[in-house]
């Protein structure tokens, strides 16, 4: 008896082994990752190089007495940029300020009046935007690695003015033109919009269109559109 059930306990573990063996295997597979979500938070620095051009009456410079005029002025600029953000879901919002060097500028022939009375004298006269600085806020929206925004805050413009008497009286004359060369930093306002592309962790392209109108100039032509490129690093 003990033989007989020793025997069926063995042949109901060979077919169960053998149903076992029969079945498909199981393939298990692992957890999926999580996609990493980019991170635009934090301080960076960086530098920026670009193209301007705009309007500028160099005659305000040397005088505030005369009537407006308006010279075609075109350059480039390169400078170092700084700021912080912070990211809120898919907004970011931060400051950010920029120093750069230009070399915006150009060239022409007036005749200085005033209620359009002549002065007697006519100025080769040249214009150039030095510098300029902006402190502007940014609100952008972010695509993981993409970033929208546009931008506003204030401008610091470096202007220069140097006048050469062609006709007329000369440069320098009392009553007339005193100065015919000057140079002054002056306020103003900017606004603009860019993208900005994270290609690591830390470091990103952007790209930025800015307008800048220069105050303080009386019924002001001074003004000054603005395409740059840049590179920053995120710490």
């Not at 008896?1 to 306990?9: E, F, P, Q, R, S």
């Not at 690695?145 to 610091?156: I, Q, R, S």
């Amino acid at each position: 008896m003990k033989k007989l059930i020793i025997g069926a306990g063995f042949a109901a573990v060979s077919s169960t082994c053998a149903f076992a063996a029969d079945l498909p295997m199981q393939t298990y597979k692992s957890a999926p990752v999580a996609a990493q979500v980019y991170n635009w938070t934090g301080l960076y620095v960086g530098v920026n190089g670009g193209y301007g051009w705009g309007t500028q009456d160099p005659l305000t410079l040397v005088s505030g007495r005369f009537d407006r005029a308006s010279f075609d002025i075109s350059g480039g600029m390169f400078g170092g940029t700084m700021g912080a953000q912070i990211q809120q879901g898919y907004v970011v919002i931060g400051l950010e300020g920029d120093l750069d060097w230009a070399n915006v500028k150009g060239n022409g022939i007036i005749s200085p009046a005033i209620a359009g009375i002549g002065q007697g004298i006519t100025l080769n006269i040249a214009s150039n935007i030095s510098a300029v600085g902006t402190a502007r806020a940014r609100v952008g929206v972010a695509v993981n690695n993409l970033l929208l925004y546009v931008t506003g805050g204030a401008a610091f413009v470096k202007s220069n003015a140097n006048g050469t008497s062609i006709a007329g009286v000369a440069c320098g004359t009392l009553g007339v033109l005193p100065n015919c060369t000057a140079s002054a930093w002056r306020p103003g306002i900017v606004a603009g919009l860019g993208i900005e592309y994270g290609f690591t962790p830390n470091w990103s392209l952007k790209g930025e269109y800015l307008y800048t109108q220069v105050v303080g100039t009386g019924v002001s032509t001074d003004k000054l559109n603005t395409f740059r490129g840049g590179i920053n690093y995120r710490f």
